[in-house]
């Protein structure tokens, strides 16, 4: 048996074992038939949080639209915040800890009527800081901030997917 023929036999397996076992991708649901067609209401359309957001609806097979008033449903980004602070300091006055955070605020309304009010999502994490790995801590701050906003993204697409009409 050469070394393919074990890599797609072994591809194979995995598939048939996880099927068997009742593996499935999580779905978020599917969303109310307002929401076909939805508008993205934003400061900032290139913040991670609302990219991230446009793509879930997009792939939840939403049309998100750039014209408000074709839109049966609008989702308010009402704040977008994210940023460091500094956490500790060494004894001579370096950094050695930071704390990533984002802050989101948003509503949903849906032909015109408030259907979710004002909704609050802050997350922080924090991350060890070393002055001799600049670019790699740089890349670390921005994965950080990129998982919160994965959560958040899960957060409010639930919630968008229990919403009545």
């Known amino acids: 048996m050469s070394w393919s ?7 194979a397996l995995c598939l048939v074992v996880t099927a068997g076992c009742g593996f499935q ?9 307002a929401m076909s067609v939805t508008y993205l209401e934003a400061a900032d359309e290139f913040t991670v949080f609302y990219r991230k957001l446009n793509a879930a609806l997009l792939n939840g097979g939403i049309r998100v639209t750039k014209a408000p008033g074709e839109a049966t449903a609008v989702v308010h980004i009402l704040h977008d915040e994210t940023g460091q602070r500094i956490l500790s300091v060494s004894p001579r006055n370096v950094p050695e800890e930071y704390d990533v ?3 989101v605020r948003y509503s949903v309304s849906i032909k015109g009527k408030e259907v979710l009010s004002q ?26 901030r990129e998982a919160i906003a994965d959560d958040f993204v899960r957060s409010v697409t639930r919630q968008l997917t229990m919403l009545d009409d």
């Open 5 to 11: 023929d074990f890599r797609v036999a072994a591809s």
């Open 119 to 144: 909704q609050s999502l802050v997350q922080t994490k924090d991350y060890a800081f070393d002055e001799t790995e600049v670019l790699g801590k740089a890349s670390e701050e921005q994965i950080l």
């Open 25 to 33: 991708l999580q779905s978020t649901g599917e969303y109310p038939p």
């Open 101 to 103: 955070f984002y802050i």
